[in-house]
């Protein structure tokens, strides 16, 4: 993701205006894409790095220039992360200037200028959120992404957490459809321990000057997964795993690189210490690609000698790296040319001609069903995780009229911050606006839960739990309380909680399965399901016509 997003990282680039081709139709609706967590957030730039699009001038080639040929005791590493299915590039407006940004036309056309410096001695990495994110190619789940990616002949990719959200079947369907292999070392079947059939732990590519390993890492919790989408499998931690396979890749590569997803400090929720543990933990790794915070390092980040290397996310920059090779032990030397982001943008290189065509293509269908206007907003709805978000509000109300609509007699709604991953402009409000703001693809259920489990819900978004929109009920907390003991007041219809009293709840599956560590949803009973979030949403917005971003105090903090 992401996730539900990793904090620790930092949004997409701020831009004046950015234009994306619109909205789906109801029926578009069920490849819905899982938009890219553009909004990770955190207060300080980590030691190293800097947000995504704020690589200072000079940093990169000299956009559209061939490099000088590569050293012959060289290989080269071009890699991205956290696609999240930006196919096509963003048309932004930046100082009154437009310019293209992004898009896998335009990082095929780079590669394939940087590949020919030493085509034999490049390796071509992505690690992971790669397909769901956008409408263009969340209509096929996908497989536009994979065929532009093979065409610009990508060598591996490793699973994010949001490359199993379409479920299984689809990935092993994408997965045979690839040029190249889906990694992943810790992510196994629960039945055999095994890498389930549709990736590989690792692979090994003799690059000339050195045999080189690459074993992938997924982020080690399934909870921020739908629990359908990877029922079976098992989630493992990242250093135990490459220990397990390390004696393999040694006797079979002479340099081991590391492609995660698993965060530098191990996401939001700082799961196993992320790459810098891992670092320190297995020396053997010479190199890290990571993914999952959506940061950008202009200078590469060290934990012990083992360097770490990100992109930041939706394409806006491509990442090379240089290793030197020691001749007579065919060892890592040195990494030269390595503190080098490619930003991604109009004029950098020649676009992919393959891949500018798929772009074309898909971008027609995304046109046809995504155009559609919904209705306008008064004013900015930004995105955050504040409980009484205007954005939010909008979404949990929405939730709540659908569940009483729909006969199911509901008395309060709840929605995941961490699932709403847009803001919404002032004017027009399109379904491709709002398959942004809600790209994961949930439906929108009813699940019956005691007074006494509903009060556990709201511990848990008042505690440690992922914070929640809510609408029907309010809340006053105070978080210095032990634990369990936060809730201060709760109302549902204006009336206090009732321990005894059954309450009807619509929310989403993704937190009835447990997400964002709200357990308490899956201890209720009679569920029910019914359509997808953001058709939910758009049939709401349709009929109010106009939205205006109020915030209604439904959750206070003492």
Not at 9 to 35: C, I
Not at 245 to 263: E, F, N
């Amino acid at each position: 993701m992401a996730v539900v997003g990793p904090a620790g990282g930092y949004p997409a680039t701020p831009v004046t205006r950015a234009t994306r081709r619109g909205p789906l139709t109801r029926s578009a609706l069920l490849a819905l894409l899982l938009v890219v967590l553009s909004a990770c957030t955190a207060a300080t730039p980590p030691p190293g790095g800097v947000p995504t699009g704020m690589v200072p001038a000079g940093t990169a080639a000299p956009a559209g220039k061939t490099l000088p040929a590569l050293a012959a005791d060289r290989f080269q590493i071009l890699h991205t992360n956290d696609l999240h299915g930006r196919l096509d590039a963003a048309q932004v407006l930046t100082g009154g200037k437009p310019f293209e940004q992004g898009g896998l036309a335009m990082i095929g056309g780079m590669i394939a200028r940087d590949r020919a410096r030493a085509p034999e001695r490049t390796l071509v990495l992505d690690a992971g959120d790669t397909w769901v994110g956008q409408l263009i190619s969340g209509l096929d789940r996908g497989r536009s992404m994979v065929k532009a990616m093979s065409l610009i002949g990508y060598d591996a990719q490793t699973l994010g957490n949001h490359d199993f959200d379409w479920g299984q079947e689809q990935l092993a369907a994408n997965a045979k459809e690839a040029t190249f292999p889906f990694l992943t070392a810790n992510v196994v079947d629960e039945a055999t321990g095994q890498t389930p059939a549709y990736a590989k732990p690792f692979i090994v590519k003799d690059l000339k000057v050195a045999k080189v390993a690459v074993i992938g890492l997924t982020y080690p919790s399934s909870t921020i997964i739908r629990a359908a989408a990877v029922k079976g499998l098992r989630f493992e931690k990242a250093i135990d795993s490459v220990r397990r396979h390390l004696p393999a890749m040694k006797a079979r590569a002479d340099i081991i690189v590391a492609l995660t997803h698993i965060g530098v400090q191990g996401g939001s929720a700082r799961l196993d210490g992320g790459d810098s543990a891992l670092a320190q933990a297995v020396p053997e790794i010479d190199l890290i690609v990571a993914g999952h915070d959506h940061l950008a390092f202009r200078t590469a980040r060290s934990s012990g000698k083992t360097r770490i290397f990100q992109t930041g996310a939706n394409g806006e920059n491509l990442g090379r790296v240089e290793v030197t090779v020691d001749p007579s032990t065919r060892k890592l030397a040195s990494v030269q040319g390595a503190d080098v982001l490619l930003p991604v943008a109009s004029g950098a290189a020649t676009p992919h001609p393959e891949v500018a065509k798929l772009v074309a293509e898909r971008r027609a269908e995304a046109e046809k069903v995504g155009a559609k206007v919904i209705g306008k907003a008064t004013g900015l709805f930004v995105q955050d995780r504040e409980m009484n978000n205007p954005l939010g509000n909008v979404v949990a109300d929405a939730l709540l009229e659908y569940g009483r609509k729909q006969g199911w007699r509901s008395d309060i709604a709840f929605y995941n911050s961490a699932g709403v991953r847009a803001a919404v402009g002032e004017g027009d409000v399109t379904y491709f606006k709002l398959a942004e703001v809600l790209p994961f693809q949930n439906s929108v259920v009813s699940v019956d839960l005691t007074g006494e489990q509903l009060r556990e819900v709201l511990e848990g978004m008042a505690g440690n739990a992922g914070r929640l929109y809510m609408s029907g009920g309010t809340m006053k907390y105070r978080f210095s309380d032990p634990p369990d003991q936060r809730v201060l007041e709760a109302t549902v219809a204006g009336a206090p909680l009732d321990a005894k009293r059954v309450y009807r709840v619509a929310t989403i599956d993704y937190l009835l399965g447990g997400g964002d560590g709200h357990s308490g949803f899956a201890k209720g009973t009679n569920v029910m399901y019914g359509e997808l979030d953001v058709d939910v949403v758009a049939a709401y917005v349709a009929a109010k016509g106009t939205l205006a971003p109020v915030s209604p105090g439904r959750v206070t903090q003492d």
